[in-house]
T-cell receptor, first 112, second 115 residues
Framework: DAGVIQSPRHEVTEMGQEVTLRCKPI?????LFWYRQTMMRGLELLIY????????DSGMPEDRFSAKMPNASFSTLKIQPSEPRDSAVYFC??????????FGPGTRLLVL | SQQGEEDPQALSIQEGENATMNCSYK?????LQWYRQNSGRGLVHLIL?????REKHSGRLRVTLDTSKKSSSLLITASRAADTASYFC???????????????FGKGTKLSVKP
């Protein structure tokens, strides 16, 4: 298996633009997680899905953030409109709820 | 505040020395995990220890868990320059911070191993 795949790996955009991050989890994993990592706040859970259904989105910072999982092999995290404070590394992970999670390489987002 | 907090925040050692990192947490757990993150990369799972276990080994890694003190330690023996990375503990968190049941990560210990 290729592991968790994320795209793009880097994204530079201007404030106000829409940003869409993509994730392909490892086949067979029931859970998919979106995290955000910054120096100030560390690694924060944004939202997670179980069998394509959002279970907990309490970590999503604002209504500007939305996530979908239309099928078991694809998820998106969208920020609209983006702001400079959204600059961070966004990770997707798949696995089990309280067991091992497998992380993708991350998307490094810079909002100017 | 974080469920798990690593100590120290940064650690610098010479190749061949042992590295010890600690993690403290606040609530009861089912298991505790350690992850490693190389610069610019995603986190990689190292080891999982369950609440009924006290010690676990994997290669040069040794993890201990003291549930009475709500703490864990990660020992890397005979460190190598390639061990340079950040190390995170993660705990499951029943009824903590609204994210019930998911892993909560600490802020990590940045380990630097000098050749």
């Amino acid at each position: 298996d290729a592991g968790v795949i994320q795209s793009p790996r880097h994204e530079v955009t201007e404030m106000g633009q829409e940003v869409t991050l993509r994730c392909k989890p490892i086949s067979g994993h029931d859970y998919l997680f979106w995290y955000r990592q910054t120096m100030m706040r560390g690694l924060e859970l944004l939202i997670y899905f179980n069998n394509n259904v959002p279970i907990d989105d309490s970590g999503m910072p604002e209504d500007r953030f939305s996530a979908k999982m239309p099928n078991a092999s694809f998820s998106t995290l969208k920020i609209q409109p983006s702001e400079p404070r959204d600059s961070a590394v966004y990770f997707c992970a798949s696995g089990d709820l309280q067991e091992t999670q497998y992380f993708g390489p991350g998307t490094r987002l810079l909002v100017l | 505040s974080q469920q798990g907090e690593e100590d120290p925040q940064a650690l610098s050692i010479q190749e061949g020395e042992n590295a010890t990192m600690n993690c403290s947490y606040k609530t009861s757990i089912n298991n505790l995990q350690w992850y490693r993150q190389n610069s610019g990369r995603g986190l990689v799972h190292l080891i999982l220890i369950r609440s009924n276990e006290r010690e676990k080994h994997s290669g040069r890694l040794r993890v201990t868990l003291d549930t009475s003190k709500k703490s864990s330690s990660l020992l890397i023996t005979a460190s190598r320059a390639a061990d340079t990375a950040s190390y995170f503990c993660a705990t499951d968190s029943m009824n903590y911070g609204g994210s019930q049941g998911n892993l909560i990560f600490g802020k990590g210990t940045k380990l630097s191993v000098k050749p």
